[in-house]
């Protein structure tokens, strides 16, 4: 072919000619011409140009549409954030109230309000706020709900006074006026009444040592650390330590210090709890190995940091346990702020909680209780602040407006009496705390025996010997006394001997017959004074010591002879009796009579006779005052009284308005005869310190609901359990996990409450006892307390209803009896909870949003200006927010910590 192709070239080129025929022959046919070739390129050129602008028309429609788009999603978010700077406004109100709970802060248009046009005057105007509001508010993130649908229940009711509603903007001042821009809906979710697991486990002791409790799974649980025992001796089986003391020490069970003291395993029981598992809490703490995943001293950061360290979320971000997802965040919070250790003083009676009204509460575990005089306890409340060293506030309000002058002549006297209480049973010495040790006012309980029972003895005799004139004169001469001196000292608790020096200062006066001065003639005698040296050891401990005065002789010379002879009209106007160490420090002052009218007879016939005088005193505790001592108990020629023996007085279980001590029958078999000489370590403790009357210990078994903060201690029966909002068990400022009295949540208030111990003794406030609250008692002091939950203004009000009063001290229900039967006993369980617990808003909130921007269609279709109508008017863009809210510890500032858009359809 290549061939043929080179030979026809050679000829002139034949086949190119042939082909240009062939063209002209088409454009014949076709009649064309060069017209028309111009013709076809302006029809192409039109083409083109139609295209390019049907493009620009289309791009400018489709960038009209889009801007018109972004200006929706750009009023939507706006109006989100608008909302979320209303829903900040009305908490900051709510904040303040103590009569509203946060949880009552959601997006509502008043339906009271009467517009014009008959506005909500049909169910279908009412509509309108209801308008698809449940598929846009209803929140699940991750397969946890957020915000629960608003008809769950199916009756829910748009014209309810507090239903969650749309709120239209602008807000509507009558119809026809300024169309509609958007709408908002909004939910605040406060993280309330939960528990904090950085804090509930910060040493993870807790987590590993509990023991085999439950029933464990393979690979749930890991053998308890080997040794480590309930006192943290080696070889003790006890093993529920929670908590390591700043000093490496441990502390057992529950004593109600910090909040770490929870056993979070408690959550896998009772209430449908089966999603906890007993591997978790051992993964949750940070010291010990194997399981603890948390950095010591940290805390998690959120809940996916938490989730993937307990294996509920794999690498790859997918969930492998829902159920317990849910239940992490129904009963844990995150990011909380630490809580402020304040307590709020309503002054101007308004109900705001105000930044100036709030002050440091007092630390029980303080170091510097050798430092602290009863004018400090009972000065002024220190206004909160974070500059204030701890060892410098030194208030308790409670006392410092104490009212009850108790079994002392004024209400001053008695507080005074009960700060010195305070300061001796928490210092470490052993001398008294008082104003004056040689004429004291008040006299601190320190850890020494007690002044219990004074024995006086006299002797006296009326001699008559011949006179001048033996015949009809005598002399009579008057002997008396102070034969023997008794002293009963008591050890109500159990020390170690004691060597004690006491003093006894006497004086008083007497009549004698014949006197030459007549028979009513009163002979005064004073200065008498004696020590004895006593080493005190066993409960009672009685010197005597003979022969203490010989009083000046009284002489009748030379009067008629055979006249009646005695010694009568004896009174006692003066008895201390001072107790010291031998080096003089003060132990314990006794006034024991100061003059109470009782006239006594030695002798009636002059002969040599004996008078014994017996004082004795009920309540060993209290024994500074005579009125305490209630003069001469007994009184009788031979040996009178009681020592050696308890008082015929005593009666440590008397009833009425004092602590019940049914077990008691010996003073010192009280139940709150304690003194640490340290510093508390529960602040059930507390219901150790004696209140200024006999048989009365501060009463925490009851609110005084008519005092609150403003008061101090009234009557023994309307109680002292408002001091519990007062005081503190730590030297911070701000802690971490404090739990809401006013939680409604079971499964948190079951745990706060479970295996608290009743019967421990103050010595070790946490020891295991037999009486413990186990989870069916938990649960059913839980639902009882959620009954009443959500106005409580501070955390110890709740011991102000009668109804909750004897759930707590008095337990004998679903799951056993607690053998509540002293003093110490009825007041142990809330003393071991109470400081855990906190009745202030929550700190960490979380606001769902839904904005949508609408076009107020106004006057078409019989539509309404300003009035959302609903298939007229459009939705033209909708936008979720999720914001994470912080609130200032004290005061009313907050801080959005996290802003972020969600999908409609999450």
């Not at 109230?97 to 009467?114: F, G, Q």
Request: glycine residues 8%.
């Amino acid at each position: 072919m290549v061939s043929r192709i080179k030979a026809a070239g050679t000829k002139n080129e034949p086949c190119f000619d042939g082909i240009t025929q062939g063209v002209e022959q088409v454009k014949n046919r076709l009649n064309l011409n060069s017209g028309g070739i111009a013709v076809i390129i302006a029809i192409g050129l039109l083409a083109l140009l139609l295209g390019l602008a049907i493009a620009f028309v289309t791009s400018t429609i489709i960038e009209k549409k889009a801007t018109q788009n972004n200006d929706a999603m750009i009023v939507a978010r706006l109006a989100a954030r608008s909302a979320i700077d209303r829903a900040i406004m009305s908490m900051k109100q709510v904040s303040q109230k103590t009569d509203i709970d946060s949880s009552d802060v959601w997006s509502h248009h008043d339906v009271n309000y009467d517009y014009a046009n008959g506005y909500f005057s049909t169910a279908a105007d009412s509509k309108i706020y209801y308008d698809k509001l449940d598929e846009n508010l209803t929140t699940t993130i991750n397969g946890v709900p957020i915000v629960a649908s608003l008809n769950e229940t199916g009756d829910y009711d748009v014209t309810s006074n507090d239903a969650k509603t749309w709120v239209y903007l602008p807000l509507p001042s009558g119809y026809g006026t300024y169309p509609l821009i958007a709408r908002v809906a909004y939910v605040v979710v406060a993280d309330k009444g939960k528990i904090d697991p950085s804090a509930a486990i910060d040493s993870g002791l807790n987590a590993q040592l509990l023991g085999y409790t439950r029933g464990q799974g393979d690979g749930e649980s890991y053998e308890p650390v080997s040794g480590l025992a309930s006192n943290g001796n080696p070889g003790d089986v006890n093993k529920e330590i929670t908590m390591i003391n700043p000093d490496g020490t441990y502390v057992i069970g529950r004593p109600g210090r910090d909040v770490s003291e929870l056993f979070l395993r408690c959550l896998g029981e009772k209430s449908g709890s089966t999603w906890f598992k007993q591997v978790y809490d051992q993964k949750l703490s940070s010291v010990y190995s194997p399981a603890g995943q948390l950095e010591a001293g940290q805390r998690w950061k959120d809940f996916q940091e938490m989730c993937s360290a307990l294996n509920l979320i794999n690498p790859k971000g997918d969930i492998t346990d829902l159920s317990a997802i849910n239940g992490f965040h129904n009963v844990f919070y995150l990011d909380n702020p630490p809580d402020a250790e304040a307590f709020w003083i309503n002054k101007n009676g308004d109900l705001l909680r105000e930044t100036n009204e709030l002050y440091h509460r007092f630390n029980l575990m303080r170091q510097n209780w050798s430092e602290l005089t009863v004018d400090s306890i009972l000065s002024d409340p220190v206004p909160f602040s974070q500059d204030i060293p701890d060892n410098q506030i030194y208030s308790i309000y409670w006392l410092k407006n104490w009212k009850s002058p108790g079994g002392f002549p004024t209400a001053d006297s008695a507080r005074k009496q009960i700060a010195a209480n305070l300061i001796d049973y928490n210092d470490t010495d052993s001398t008294a705390t008082t104003d004056n040790p040689d004429k004291p006012t008040y006299v601190g309980l320190e850890k020494v025996p007690y002044i219990n029972e004074v024995r006086l003895k006299f002797t006296g005799l009326v001699t008559e010997i011949p006179g001048a004139n033996p015949d009809t004169q005598s002399t009579y001469i008057c002997s008396l006394y102070l034969s023997e001196a008794g002293l009963e000292l008591i050890n109500m608790y159990g020390t170690s001997t004691y060597n004690t020096m006491a003093v006894v200062n006497l004086s008083g006066e007497y009549k004698w017959s014949p006197n030459p001065f007549g028979n009513d003639t009163i002979v005064p005698f004073s200065g008498i004074s004696f020590n004895m040296n006593i080493p005190t050891s066993g409960r009672y401990t009685v010197p005597v010591t003979p022969v203490i005065a010989v009083f000046p002789l009284q002489e009748g010379v030379n009067m008629a002879k055979g006249l009646p002879k005695q010694i009568n009209g004896l009174r006692i106007t003066s008895l201390t009796v001072k107790l010291t160490d031998p080096s003089g420090n003060l132990y314990d002052y006794a006034y024991v009579d100061t003059g109470y009218p009782a006239d006594f007879t030695v002798t009636a016939n002059g002969s040599s006779q004996n008078l014994y005088i017996d004082y004795q005193i009920d309540d060993p505790r209290q024994n500074l005052l005579a009125s305490d001592w209630g003069g001469v108990k007994s009184s009788g020629a031979s040996g009178a009284g009681t020592l050696g023996t308890k008082n015929s007085v005593a009666n440590p279980n008397p009833g009425g308005d004092a602590d019940p001590e049914p077990l008691a029958s010996e003073p010192w078999e009280v139940s709150t005869a304690y003194i640490r000489n340290s510093g508390m370590q529960s602040p059930w403790e507390l219901g150790a310190i004696h209140r200024g009357k006999k048989w009365q210990t501060l009463n925490l078994k009851k609110y005084n609901s008519l005092e609150e903060m403003i008061g101090g201690g009234n009557a023994y029966i309307d109680g002292d359990a408002n001091i519990y909002e007062q005081i503190k068990m730590t030297d911070k400022k701000e802690v971490y996990g404090k739990i809401s009295i006013n939680s409604k949540n079971v499964d948190v208030m079951r745990t706060l409450f479970e295996k608290i111990r009743v019967g421990s003794g103050y010595k070790i406030p946490g020891w295991l006892t037999a009486d413990n609250v186990n989870a069916d008692i938990a649960e059913n002091m839980a639902n009882t307390l959620i009954l009443y939950n959500g106005l409580f203004s501070n955390r110890s009000e709740f011991m102000g209803n009668s109804s909750l009063i004897p759930m707590f001290t008095n337990y004998n229900g679903v799951g056993g009896n607690l053998n509540q039967n002293t003093d110490a006993k009825k007041e142990e369980i809330v003393g071991k909870f109470i400081n855990l617990t906190k009745a202030t808003e929550a700190n960490l909130f979380t606001i769902v949003v839904v904005a949508q921007a609408i076009r107020d269609v106004g006057g078409a279709k019989g539509s309404t200006t300003g009035k959302f109508d609903q298939g007229v008017d459009e939705i033209m863009a909708t936008q979720k927010v999720m914001a994470t809210i912080q609130r200032s510890v004290i005061g009313d500032t907050y801080r959005i910590i996290k802003y972020e858009y969600i999908n409609v359809d999450e």
